[in-house]
C-alpha cells in the first residue's frame, strides 16, 4: 500500500484561485516533501517540512504537517496557468531516511 | 550548473531484449536513487547507491534488473529480458548526501516502452 496518497486525484481550477491538494501517510516520518511533476517527466522538489514543523511557506506555497493525524495539505494560492502539473508527496520512514515514498499524485489543471 | 542527466530520453525494444539506461547525477553528489513510475501511477522507489555500493537493492522488482555506478558518479540500470510490464519512466535523482531530509535533484527521466 502507498505510504503517502493524494486527494483530490484530479483538480481543476480557474487561474487566481487557490488550490489545496492534501496527502495522508500510513507511518512516522522524519520529514515530509512536495514535488511537482509536469508531462510525466523529471519532478521538481518544491518544499520539504520536517516532522517537528507545522507549517511552512515558500512564495506561494503554504505547506502544514499534522503529525498526529498524519497528513499534510499543500495550497498553491493565486493559481496560475503554469501551475499546471501533478503534485506528489513523499515521506520517509523514521529510521530509513534515504527512501522516499511516493503516492499517486494529483493532477492539477489552472483554466486561464 | 548541471543537473541530473539521463540516456536515452526513450527508449523502444522488443520484449525479450535488454536494456541499459544511464544516469549522470549532479558532479559531488554521493547519493543517488533510481525510481520506477508506471503510467499514472507515483514513484516506485528501486535502488540507492551511496557511493559505488548500493546498501538498499530492495526495490528491485526482480533478479532481471540490476544497477551499477563506477567511480562514484554515472550510474546504469540494466533490464534483461525485459517484458511488457517493465514498460514505465525510469527516473533518477541524486543528493549531495544520503538522508530524505537532503533535498532530491531529479533527472528527466528515460522514457521505456516494451513492445
Known amino acids: 500500500s502507498q505510504q503517502g496518497e493524494e486527494d483530490p486525484q484530479a483538480l481543476s481550477i480557474q487561474e487566481g484561485e487557490n488550490a489545496t491538494m492534501n496527502c495522508s501517510y500510513k507511518t512516522s516520518i522524519n520529514n515530509l516533501q512536495w514535488y511537482r511533476q509536469n508531462s510525466g517527466r523529471g519532478l521538481v522538489h518544491l518544499i520539504l517540512i520536517r516532522s517537528n514543523e507545522r507549517e511552512k511557506h515558500s512564495g506561494r506555497l503554504r505547506v502544514t504537517l499534522d503529525t498526529s493525524k498524519k497528513s499534510s495539505s499543500l495550497l498553491i494560492t493565486a493559481s496560475r496557468a503554469a501551475d499546471t502539473a501533478s503534485y506528489f508527496c513523499?515521506?520517509?520512514?523514521?529510521?530509513?531516511?534515504?527512501?522516499?515514498?511516493f503516492g499517486k499524485g494529483t493532477l492539477l489543471t489552472v483554466n486561464p | 550548473g548541471a543537473g541530473v542527466s539521463q540516456s536515452p530520453s526513450n527508449k523502444v525494444t522488443e520484449k525479450g531484449k535488454d536494456v541499459e539506461l544511464r544516469c549522470d547525477p549532479i558532479?559531488?553528489?554521493?547519493?543517488l536513487y533510481w525510481y520506477r513510475q508506471s503510467l499514472g501511477q507515483g514513484l516506485e522507489f528501486l535502488i540507492y547507491f551511496q557511493g559505488n555500493s548500493a546498501p538498499d537493492k530492495s526495490g528491485l522488482p526482480s533478479d532481471r534488473f540490476s544497477a551499477e555506478r563506477t567511480g562514484g558518479s554515472v550510474s546504469t540500470l540494466t533490464i534483461q529480458r525485459t517484458q511488457q510490464e517493465d514498460s514505465a519512466v525510469y527516473l533518477c535523482?541524486?543528493?549531495?548526501?544520503?538522508?530524505?531530509?537532503?533535498?532530491?535533484?531529479f533527472g528527466p527521466g528515460t522514457r521505456l516502452l516494451v513492445l
Open positions: 558532479s559531488g553528489h554521493t547519493a
Open positions: 535523482a541524486s543528493s549531495p548526501d544520503p538522508g530524505a531530509q537532503e533535498t532530491q535533484y
Open positions: 513523499a515521506t520517509d520512514k523514521k529510521g530509513s531516511n534515504y527512501k522516499l515514498t
